[in-house]
């Protein structure tokens, strides 16, 4: 039958990290305006609702092209490179991690349920952070934005995961059993495109619209019972 695995988003899910993405992503649209030919700002309301799910170079491609302007390779590199030196020098201003994201993790080694991260943020994002919130043994695969050829919405990131993860539990995993935690509807169509079940949050739109995309839909980690997650990956019941 085999068994469950888990798989998390990162920005949003175990990172408290948008905002801080989006005042970068601001920062360089302001700083850039020269180059780009006009001053853009991304709302909060837009960020949430449009951009999110994408990694930095599709972010601004969409950007731009929303404002009616063709960018060129060149320049997406450029606002590209800047906001990644804006993120390395901000990483520290993260707080701690989500809502009960360390308790869920911590719960799932426990009960030896592999874990892993698909997002669309840096390696080196992710990888600081876990470092600096001490769970980076909890991950042994991580698929970040330069892993894939196609971020999310598109699967390609998920189905790499659960393959790598696969390959590390001797095929042993069951991807109908498995699970992916994600906070956004792009990384759940992305999640659902691998043939993978999704857990969402509700940590950057409201319970309703979650509720919509989701398999299973909770405020944040910290309002999910241990023993419904242990019902839906199949556990065996303990205690």
Known sequence: MGEACVIFDFDGVIANTEELHLAAYNQVLLTSAESIGRVIHITPERYFSRYIVFGNYEAFRMVLQDQGIEPSVALLNQLCALKDKIMDGRLGEAPAPMLGVTEVIKYLASRDVPCGICSGARRAEITTLLKAFMLERYFPVIIAIEDVTRSKPDPQGYSLAFDRMN?????????????????????????????????????????????????????????????????????????
Do not use: C
């Open 167 to 239: 390959a590390l539990s001797d095929g042993n995993l069951n991807i109908a059993k498995s699970l992916v935690i994600e906070d956004t509807e792009g990384g759940a169509a992305a999640a659902h495109g691998a043939k993978l079940r999704v857990l969402g949050v509700a940590t950057t739109s409201s319970l309703n619209s979650v509720r919509k995309w989701a398999d299973f839909s909770f405020e944040n980690l910290q309002h999910v019972p241990h023993r419904q997650l242990d019902q839906i990956l199949g556990l065996p019941m303990v205690g």
